[in-house]
């Protein structure tokens, strides 16, 4: 079976770690965990940089800084990891839901203006398998109403956006950069991985004082033990900022073999009437995190028929998410009940996506290629 993914670890990786072994620094204090949280700001074109256990914690982490109230809203694509979603609820205020962009399968920042109401205090925008979301349109919206903007980039470590916010002429930017503050997962099939974690980044010093105080149980910083305020432990070991710096290291070599596999995909692929394929919009660079694909429902399959037929040709897939407004633990509370988002619906009918793992090789991928088209074919 070809693997959904399968992580590409290396020498400097396994060397970094091991300091911490031979070391002794294993738990939250040691070198590495600041210099990870310096590498990955500066990558990113950030300030500052806090690294947590994991990225629904970063999304966590950066919403509590926001002190909703309860009841407040924070604009969302309803296709999503239920993480973003969970962070607005844990906190006290209400996900309000966007459709998709049939194209990109990021929010449909047409979509936005109309779910801003005067409860609204933030907008979540999350870039997709590795494509970006439009994010002027959403910088635009959040200035004029006074908004903040949580950036998810979990899915898009080193992707890049064409923006006509910071200069006359467009500019791209680093996705990560933008907003109030930005969020990643370092997650084992993330573009760098420390196995688990994740970071928040913000140019805000008040919101990175906020952040690392909530990572580490709000202790005060005066009085060891007094706590004015409910805090998490959020905290990420050495360990794995050990292997967080090591994956800095090399980050622009993982950025090109993600494009690399998601071109040689869509070269490959891209004569198949029946199958849509990621887009790359000409203000984005997708670095293809996963490489997802959408069957038409004229193949009489959908996307777990789909599924069924290449793991019987030893391919390995995942289905696309399946849509915040249809998860049950919501729906069981009264949330998102009578709302009907058929983009999103559709691609978690309709889509899948493919191996797409660091350790991916040329062999293993024109296997799929074969076995997609194969299944397609009969
Ligand atoms: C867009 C997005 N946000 C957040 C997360 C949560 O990250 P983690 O699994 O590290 O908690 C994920 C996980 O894949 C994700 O895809």
Known sequence: MIPINEPLLGQRDLEYVSECVRTGWISSAGRFIEAFEQGWAEYCGRKHGIAVCNGTAALQAAVAALSLEPGDEVIMPTFTIISCALAVVYAGGVPVLVDSDPETWTMNVDRIADRITPRTKAIMAVHIYGHPVDMDPILDLAEQHGLAVIEDAAEAHGANYLSGRYTAEKTWQRCGSFGTMSCFSFYANKVITTGEGGMVLTDTPSLADKVRSLRNLCF???????????????????????????????????????????????????????????????????????????????????????????????????????????????????????????????????????????????????????????????
């Not at 040689?264 to 029946?274: D, E, I, V």
Request: charged share 20%; glycine share 8%; aromatic share 10%.
């Open 220 to 378: 005060e910083t005066g009085q060891r033990f007094l706590h004015n305020e409910l805090g998490y432990n959020f905290r990420i070991t050495n360990l794995q900022a050990a292997l967080g710096v090591a994956q800095v290291e090399r980050i622009d070599e993982l950025v090109a073999r993600k494009r690399w596999m998601g071109e040689a995909y869509t070269k490959r692929l891209q004569g198949l009437s029946t199958l849509q394929l990621p887009a790359e919009k000409s203000w984005a660079q997708n670095v293809y995190w996963m490489y997802g694909v959408v069957i038409s429902e004229e193949t009489g399959m959908n996307a777990a028929t789909f599924a069924q037929r290449l793991a019987k040709q030893g391919v390995q897939t995942r289905p696309f998410f399946l849509g915040i407004h249809e998860q049950p633990v919501f729906r069981r509370d009264g949330l998102f009940r009578s709302e009907v988002y058929p983009v999103a619906e559709r691609l978690a009918r309709q889509g899948l996506y493919l191996p797409s793992g660091m350790a991916l090789t040329e062999v293993q991928l024109e296997q799929v290629v074969k076995a997609v088209q194969g299944v397609l074919a009969s």
